[in-house]
């Protein structure tokens, strides 16, 4: 997570001094870039700061090694369910909530039920069938 926590916290205060410039080269009449960039800034530090909080808890990874092997990143990464059905049904329900907000907010309710069923579902999954707990 070296790599990681670097890129998003070096680049924090490049993102607050590029907002700083873009407000005066702006003469601050712009209030969304010379607002919005540092606080991209921000979030970048906050992420940051939460990687390398996360870092003192996990082991190191193979990719932090600088004489690391690539055989030492062999095996499972996680659980990942390649036949699922359910992040489409979430897809379906993300694309309904913009149709809404272009529609009416009776659509973006409607995309509200569509999300929380597909959500729902992805997240029981494998609690059902073979892999019931």
Do not use: N
């Amino acid at each position: 997570m070296k790599i990681e926590i670097r890129l998003f916290i070096w680049l924090a205060p490049f993102f607050v001094v590029v907002g700083v410039l873009y407000g005066f080269f702006s003469g601050w009449s712009e209030p969304v870039g010379f607002l919005g960039i540092p606080l991209v800034g921000g979030l970048m530090a906050m992420i940051g700061a939460y990687l390398a909080l996360q870092a003192r808890h996990i082991d190191p990874r193979p990719e932090d090694d600088e004489q690391g092997e690539i055989d030492q990143g062999a095996g499972d990464q996680g659980v990942y369910a390649p036949w699922s059905w359910w992040p489409l049904v979430l897809g379906a329900g993300a694309a309904v909530a913009f149709l809404g907000l272009a529609v009416g907010w009776w659509v973006f309710y409607i995309s509200l039920i569509l999300g929380l069923v597909g959500l729902v579902g992805w997240v029981f999954e494998f609690s059902r069938g073979q892999h019931a707990h």
